[in-house]
Every structure is written in C-alpha cells, then in structure tokens.
C-alpha cells in the first residue's frame, strides 16, 4: 500500500507559476513509477505527465510540453510538477498516482488505469 497526498496548489494568474508535491509513504517509492492526472469540471481525468522510477524516463502530454517538468527525489520519497506559463485551461484538481510497470516505461504510462495508487487531489487554479 502507498499513500500520496498532493500539496502545492493555489490560485495564479495566467502566465504564472506553481509547484506541486507530491509525498508518498508506505510501501518502497523507488518500486512505482509516477503520474500526474487532472480534471477540470465537467471532463474527463486527463494524463500530465509521467515519470519512471529512476527518473531516468519522463513523458508529457502535448498540452503541456514545454511549460510542466515532471521530477522525483527517491531519497525524499517525492514527486513534482513544476508548472510554468500557466493558462486558463490548466484550471483543474491535480492528482499524483503511483504504478508498477515491467519492460518499457511508456507503455501505459498516459493511461489513468494503469496506475493503483492516487492522492486526494489539489485544486488548482489560473485567472485570466
């Protein structure tokens, strides 16, 4: 079992920043490769970025390259979503969540169901 509570977010102005941590506990951090998800009101739960256990390996989605670095510190048992250029449509709860995986690190790595553990989420949101 792994528990991951997100912290971080706010309320910024468009082209501001933000960072979000995310602290896990329980079970060996360095087994689970990490994700960030997040859903803005009335969609779907929508894939971030992901990054592999040793931090070796990192994906984003195409909405945010460029503008959100995924990291981790295994030593500290956390994760980060360094968020630059914020945008209006970046409005929305984030959430951390944790996955095994074997053999290529992007394969499920933008799937929401390939991950097992998730945080409670961390609002965040970018007036225009």
């Known amino acids: 079992q792994v528990q991951l509570v997100e912290s971080g977010g706010g309320v910024v102005q468009a082209g501001g920043s933000l960072r979000l941590s995310c602290a896990a506990s329980?079970?060996?951090?360095?087994?689970?490769?990490m994700g960030w998800f997040r859903q803005a009101p009335g969609k779907e739960r929508e894939f971030v970025a992901a990054?592999?256990?040793?931090?070796?390996?990192?994906s984003n989605a195409d909405s945010v390259k460029g503008r959100f670095t995924i990291s981790r510190d295994n030593a500290k048992d956390t994760a980060a979503l360094q968020m630059n250029s914020l945008k209006p449509e970046d409005t929305a709860v984030y959430y951390c969540?944790?996955?095994?995986?074997?053999?290529?690190?992007?394969?499920?790595?933008?799937?929401?169901?390939?991950?097992?553990?998730w945080g409670q989420g961390t609002q965040v949101t970018v007036s225009s």
């Open positions: 969540a944790a996955r095994y995986y074997s053999g290529s690190f992007y394969s499920g790595a933008k799937s929401q169901y390939e991950y097992v553990y």
């Open positions: 329980g079970r060996t951090f360095t087994s689970y490769a």
């Open positions: 990054i592999s256990w040793r931090g070796d390996s990192a």
